[in-house]
């Protein structure tokens, strides 16, 4: 089938699972798609989180910086006022960026209105970790540690710094600064109960972080190792910093920036006005919104599509959103996670090599293809269009050669059924999944460029995970019959992922009718 219009100018790329489902790569695509019309992609909109968000595009890493970078036709790349930023860590992306001859400050823009974090919510984000395992004994929470949790903390408290900060006076900032850091070294040492050891090791552990994901920028000569070494904010005592070197070097980074900030809301609502589109880039997924998913194993902001208009700072208005997923799971952290393999199970063992986090280069938990989660995210988030990822790491391979599962609901120990996600995380707990089965394959799809052309149980299997997909969203509904869902509630599933490269995508997939009829 041809590729249906956009219903709005605004697309949200947002993610249906836990995250890491390969949201990056959607945009580059997108840019295609729109690339010649008067619709073209004007603006990419990092919308939500900090650098704990990484995306791949065309091959390149990033966290903090919106994935747009990679196409050099969009006109504006822009971080939203829902965004906790670290003016180093845009200096630490942005620099390499363009010495690899991508056109990147030129085109940034970031809203005065984000917020600033800096290396004290980093020690605060370790010192939280460090209480919640050795004060409270319980399982760490998995943070990246880079402060986010502790940024976004200080909106809600109403300590904030924004970027509007290194507009201004340098004393108020400085000011403002001192005040941070003092309520900071305050709780690690008297709340966190962390020991003096601990402290210095928390700049070894950052500093050893940041080099380690910088290395790339080191070898290419664009920074040298002392940049990222955070010794030198050690005060004389523990539990205490050095206060003009982390203002002045935070303050040199920020203000220096200055071209760079501005009004993120005029700028969207001039590309909307001139009929251009604008695509909104999440971090995270729907499951890890820190007022939908199951604490503490969120993330600090809203990652749906709702959060575009707080961000941008615009009215509310007609949005495409675009829910994007894996052919099978992962996790990272201490997530309740229904669906993980077994770690001695061959498809995990194919799996577990390709799986790990971009931000923190930690290793994912696999798991079998969980149609609740994104059902749910159907029915109570909403989507219009689809993308899979991945499902050639599905292919048979070494020891690998069984049957795949889809999980299509959930049982407690007595035998009640659930078909959808419960909200009580206690309850979440208790429950196995329930599984359908269907034939693998062998062959490689990843060169196949037409659903057509997939193996037969290939496209059984896609259109699996479609079908229960929407037999979640719509349980209970229209008398369980899919044939009586009208046509323009179900998504469209635009893009089936067979590869990393951006050409390893398949877009005649067979309409939602049609899908529904293949299994």
């Known amino acids: 089938m041809s590729l249906l219009p956009f219903s709005s100018q605004l697309i949200a790329d947002v993610g249906i699972s836990f995250g890491d489902e390969g949201k990056g790569r959607l945009i580059p695509e997108l840019a295609s798609e729109l690339r010649g019309t008067p619709a073209a992609v004007s603006v990419v909109l990092k919308v939500n989180g900090g650098a704990n968000s990484g995306h791949t595009a065309a091959g390149i890493k990033l966290n903090l910086l919106p994935a747009g970078v ?8 822009a971080i939203g006022s829902g965004v906790v930023a670290d003016p180093r860590k845009v200096w630490w992306e942005a620099l390499p960026l363009e010495k690899k001859g991508y056109p990147t400050l030129s085109r940034l823009l970031i809203d005065e209105r984000a917020m600033v974090s800096d290396f004290t919510h980093r020690l605060l984000d370790l010192a939280w970790e460090d209480y919640r395992t050795n004060v409270l004994r319980e399982e760490p929470r998995g943070s990246t540690g880079r402060g986010i949790t502790p940024a976004f903390c ?14 201004a006076s340098p004393d108020d900032y400085r000011k403002k600064l001192a005040q941070r850091a003092d309520r900071v070294c305050r709780t690690i040492q008297h709340v966190c109960q962390v020991s003096a050891v601990t402290w210095d090791s928390f700049f070894e552990k950052l500093t050893a972080a940041e080099l380690r994901a910088n290395a790339e920028a080191i070898e290419l000569g664009v920074f040298t190792a002392d940049e990222f070494d955070f010794k030198p904010f050690k005060g004389a005592a523990p539990f205490t910093l050095n206060l003009d070197a982390l203002a002045d070097t935070y303050w040199r980074a920020g203000s220096s920036l200055e071209k760079n900030i501005g009004e993120v809301r005029e700028l969207i609502l001039s590309e909307v006005r001139a009929g251009r589109t604008i695509i909104g880039e999440f971090g995270q997924s729907y499951w890890l919104d820190k007022r939908h998913g199951f604490s503490p194993n969120v993330t600090a902001s809203h990652t749906f599509a709702p959060e575009f208009f707080e961000s941008a700072g615009i009215p ?16 990272v952290g201490t997530h309740t996670f229904i669906t993980q393999m077994d770690d001695a199970h061959p498809l995990a063992a194919k799996l577990k090599q390709i799986e790990f986090g971009t931000s923190t280069g930690r290793q994912r938990m696999v798991g079998w293809f969980d149609a609740v989660e994104k059902g749910d995210a159907l029915r109570y988030g909403g989507y219009q269009d689809l993308m899979i990822n991945k499902a050639d790491a599905l292919t048979h391979d070494g020891n690998w050669r069984g049957e795949l599962l889809i999980c299509t609901a959930y049982e407690d120990a007595s035998g009640k059924r659930y078909h959808h996600v419960p909200r009580n995380e206690a309850v979440r707990r208790t429950l196995r999944p329930v599984y359908a089965k269907y034939a693998g394959w062998s062959e490689d799809i990843s060169k196949i460029r037409s659903f057509a052309d997939l193996p037969e149980s290939a496209r059984r299997y896609v259109a699996a995970m479609y079908r229960t997909t929407v037999e979640v969203a719509f349980h209970g509904d229209y008398g369980n019959d899919l044939s009586r869902i009208p046509a323009s509630a179900l998504p469209n599933f635009r893009y089936l992922g067979v590869g990393p490269e951006p050409s390893q995508l398949i877009k005649d997939i067979p309409t939602a009718m049609e899908l529904l009829k293949l299994t």
């Open 70 to 77: 990679v196409e050099r036709e969009i006109a504006h790349l």
């Open 154 to 167: 200080d909106e809600t408290g109403q300590w904030q710094i924004t970027f509007a900060d290194f507009l």
């Open 316 to 331: 509310l208005q007609r949005i495409h959103t675009f829910g994007v997923a894996k052919a099978y799971d992962t996790k």
